[in-house]
Nanobody
Framework: QVQLVESGGGLVQAGGSLRLSCAAS????????MGWFRQAPGKEREFVAT????????YYAHSVKGRFTISRDNAKNALYLQMNSLKPEDTAIYYC?????????????????????WGQGTQVTVSS
């Protein structure tokens, strides 16, 4: 079992930045691939970014590539999402997710069903 708790969401103006954090506990976190997803009101949950177990492989949704950066600190059991140049369309609840595998960080890991553990989410609101 892996327990995940997100933080860092909030209200920001368009063009601003936020850094989301995800604190992990439970089984060997350092061996799990991770991801960020988001869900806007009235829309399905969508993939944002993924990272493999040691952080040397990442993959992003086209809509956030170049603006968002996923990273992890295994010594702190933490996952991060640095979000820059935020747009109103980035408004959503952001979820941290973990796989029961070290494999991640590529286009093969964008589907939500490939992730076994989920946090409760943190709200990000970008005003225009």
């Amino acid at each position: 079992q892996v327990q995940l708790v997100e933080s860092g969401g909030g209200l920001v103006q368009a063009g601003g930045s936020l850094r989301l954090s995800c604190a992990a506990s439970g089984r060997t976190y350092f061996s799990t691939a991770m991801g960020w997803f988001r869900q806007a009101p009235g829309k399905e949950r969508e993939f944002v970014a993924t990272i493999n177990y040691n952080g040397d492989s990442t993959y992003y949704a086209h809509s956030v590539k170049g603006r968002f950066t996923i990273s992890r600190d295994n010594a702190k059991n933490a996952l991060y999402l640095q979000m820059n140049s935020l747009k109103p369309e980035d408004t959503a609840i952001y979820y941290c997710a973990a796989r029961s595998s070290f494999a991640g960080g590529s286009s093969s890991y964008t589907a939500s069903y490939k992730y076994d553990y989920w946090g409760q989410g943190t709200q990000v609101t970008v005003s225009s």
